[in-house]
């Protein structure tokens, strides 16, 4: 199944896109998803301990609420990566 | 009555006109306006500009739920809010969020904008990149969102 993870903030740097599109071969939850993008970042930029922290840190959110790591993800959802905030 | 949006300010810009003539009212005594605008030094850099990133439709939401929350938890009689935040390349001195409020009273302003704010700073998925002098930049560390359980 597919999923696709929206970059925000320090995260948009992971990618010359607006996402990334993970494979996985079962059902998955967003814990499944935070470990892909810690190998992702690990292999693609494995100098920078700044984006493994970010991405350790960060929340996830499907349809605008922010979920919990044992969130049961559907084939082809669309999910956002939250890292820390600081508007103003 | 409340307003919000997340202004694309490649294409639009934040201005106190428009917030005064949302929040404007015969039945409120007291109105007040928060800018929040980019400063020109942070840790010891000297700052150029700010380019700040949003999830557009959880922004919305976040703004909604707080003014609600305010309205509950405040009390307020008659309240007004138009708040919106700017997305993309914010210059020296330039508006980076505008909160105006207005209440029967002035003590219920002073709580309602400071209580929005404050409520940005925590629950919001807005992100600040701030540029330096030269090419530098770099993104500022935030708050880590809650999980609710």
Redesign the interface.
């Known amino acids: 199944m597919k999923i696709k993870v929206e970059l925000f903030g320090v995260c948009r740097e992971f990618s010359d896109k607006d996402f990334i599109d993970l494979e996985f071969d079962k059902n998955i939850q967003i814990k499944d998803i935070r470990n892909e993008m810690i190998k992702f970042v690990e292999n693609k930029f494995p100098e920078n301990k700044n984006y493994l922290e970010m991405v350790k840190k960060s929340a996830f959110s499907s349809k605008d609420e922010i979920v919990e790591d044992e969130f049961m993800l559907n084939s082809n959802q669309t999910v956002s990566i939250i890292p820390p905030i600081g508007g103003g | 009555m409340f307003h919000c949006e997340v202004v694309d300010v490649n294409t639009n810009e934040i201005t106190i006109e428009k917030a005064q003539k949302f929040i404007e009212s015969q039945k409120c005594g007291a109105s007040l306006y928060f800018l929040?605008t980019v400063r020109d030094h942070n840790n010891d850099k000297t700052v150029t500009g700010i380019t700040?990133?949003?999830?557009d439709?959880?922004?919305k939401?976040s703004f909604k739920e707080i003014y609600e929350d305010a309205i509950q938890k405040l009390k307020l009689d008659h309240p007004a809010a138009f708040v919106e935040?700017a997305k993309g390349y914010v210059p020296l001195g330039g508006i980076?969020?505008i909160i105006a409020v207005a209440c029967k009273h002035r003590a219920q302003v002073y709580e309602f904008s400071r209580f929005i704010?404050e409520e940005?700073?925590k629950?919001?998925?807005?992100?600040?990149k701030e540029h330096y002098q030269g090419e530098e930049t770099a993104?500022?560390?935030?708050?880590?969102?809650?999980?609710?359980?």
Do not use: C, F, R
């Open positions: 929040g700040y990133d949003a999830h439709s959880m922004v939401k935040h980076s969020v704010i940005i700073k629950k919001t998925p807005i992100w600040k993104w500022l560390e935030g708050k880590q969102i809650q999980v609710k359980k």
